[in-house]
Nanobody, 115 residues
Framework: QVQLVESGGGLVQAVGSLRLFCAASGSTFSINAMGWYRQAPGKQRELVATISSGGSTNYADSVKGRFIISRDNARNTVYLQMNSLKPEDTAVYYC?????????WGQGTQVTVSS
């Protein structure tokens, strides 16, 4: 079992920045890829960014050049640095960990970007 706890969300004005944190605990040795997803009201959950155990990253086109995903394996933590935020980035952001054939999700953290 892997437990994920997100933090760092909040209210920010457009073009501002936020940094999200996701701390993993439990069977962290089994974690491969980690990632951030988001879900806006009335919309499906969508991929924001992923990072492999080796550090390879993947981003949604909508956030490329603005968001940076990183991880600290020693601290079992993944980060999402969000810059140049837009109102359309408003959503609940979820952390995901892939461990073997299992997917684990955090409880989510709200990000609200005002215009």
């Amino acid at each position: 079992q892997v437990q994920l706890v997100e933090s760092g969300g909040g209210l920010v004005q457009a073009v501002g920045s936020l940094r999200l944190f996701c701390a993993a605990s439990g069977s962290t040795f089994s974690i491969n890829a980690m990632g951030w997803y988001r879900q806006a009201p009335g919309k499906q959950r969508e991929l924001v960014a992923t990072i492999s155990s080796g550090g390879s990253t993947n981003y949604a086109d909508s956030v490329k050049g603005r968001f940076i995903i990183s991880r600290d394996n020693a601290r079992n933590t993944v980060y999402l640095q969000m810059n140049s935020l837009k109102p359309e980035d408003t959503a609940v952001y979820y952390c995901k960990a892939v461990a073997g054939r299992y997917n684990y999700w955090g409880q989510g953290t709200q990000v609200t970007v005002s215009s």
